[in-house]
């Protein structure tokens, strides 16, 4: 069964950007090049794994949306550097994406990864390849959505419970996000449980079970009053089936989901001109014909290959 391609649009977009950088010498076109790279990129994706539909989820709020998780942590976020730069063409990029008929998602009051577990774990479960960096969505690997693909592009292969075993020491998607509401996300700027051993995570761990029951884990006295208090905000920072407790954030997906984008071949290619992207206006048919489900059955879903961001030029 052909799945559905489900992109971390900000992630992509910030490997597209450096990727660019690292190739400035060579390609002299301006920063807009990060619009090629991004959508050369992307295009690789639609081609290795055949999708029956794309969707790019953006973590971009309107100006009078507040974050839910700001309101929780107000420091949330808050060390990583601004890059506002990565971000000048992303305009185009969402009007190019729209013209080749790729849906595209924002939150209103969370974030792009919580679409991503609805999607993934809610709206369409195990019908999904998630691709994204970011290793909060790790803790979709469990046993009920192993239909899913979970491909890193940075590592080039796919995540799975052998991964997380060997690199993180859980057994799935569940113990990951406990270990990791534990010690903290210094990315995100939310601490953990100050000096915590392994031997205490397997504790919790075992105690809380899938039902991260919080009364059990005050019963058997692991964790400090204090340290619970902390695990319990962290849980409610990184958790992301909390979504669910939000039905107005959910109707929102919902009606985002449920819209026709219908692809329009000449606003490709007035986009694609106004950009001056020569290398795509070159072999426009080919472009347009990519993401319009006529893929060339060049590779299966299960590979590690990985196709190199300039390969399809």
């Excluded at 059955?297 to 030029?313: H, K, R």
Aim: hydrophobic share 35%.
């Amino acid at each position: 069964m052909r799945k559905k391609l489900i992109i971390d649009g900000n992630n992509l977009l910030h490997r597209a950007y450096w990727a660019y950088k690292k190739n400035e010498v060579e390609y002299k076109e301006g920063s807009k090049y990060s619009v090629y790279v991004f959508l050369n990129i992307l295009k690789s994706y639609v081609r290795l794994f055949e999708p029956s539909e794309i969707i790019v989820c953006w973590d971009y709020r309107e100006e009078n949306e507040s974050n839910e998780r700001k309101e929780i942590l107000g420091d949330y976020k808050g060390t990583r550097p601004d890059h506002s730069e990565v971000y000048e063409f992303m305009p185009y990029i969402r009007q190019i994406l729209s013209s080749l008929g790729v849906k595209q998602m924002t939150p209103r009051n969370f974030e792009a990864d919580d679409i991503m577990f609805w999607l993934c774990a809610k709206k369409y479960p195990n019908e999904c390849i998630l691709i994204t960096t970011d290793t909060d969505m790790y803790q979709l690997i469990i046993p009920e959505l192993s239909g899913n693909v979970f491909y890193n592009p940075k590592r080039k292969m796919q995540i799975n419970e052998v991964f997380l075993k060997q690199k993180f020491a859980v057994n799935d998607g569940y113990e990951f996000i406990i270990k990791k509401s534990l010690r903290g996300d210094t990315a995100d700027n939310i601490s953990g449980v100050k000096g915590i051993r392994q031997t205490r995570i397997d504790a919790v761990i075992e105690c809380l079970g899938r039902d991260f029951d919080i009364e059990s884990l005050r019963k058997a006295e692991i964790l400090k009053e204090d340290e619970i208090e902390l695990f319990e905000r962290n849980i409610k920072l990184m958790k992301l089936d909390e979504i669910m407790n939000h039905p107005s954030e959910i109707e929102w997906y919902e009606e985002c989901i449920a819209k026709t984008v219908n692809a329009n071949k000449d606003e490709f290619k007035s986009l694609i001109k106004k950009l001056e992207l020569w290398n795509i206006y070159r072999k426009l048919n080919e472009w347009y014909s990519a993401f319009q489900k006529k893929s060339n059955g060049l590779s299966s879903i299960y590979t590690n290959d990985y196709f190199d961001i300039f390969q399809y030029t």
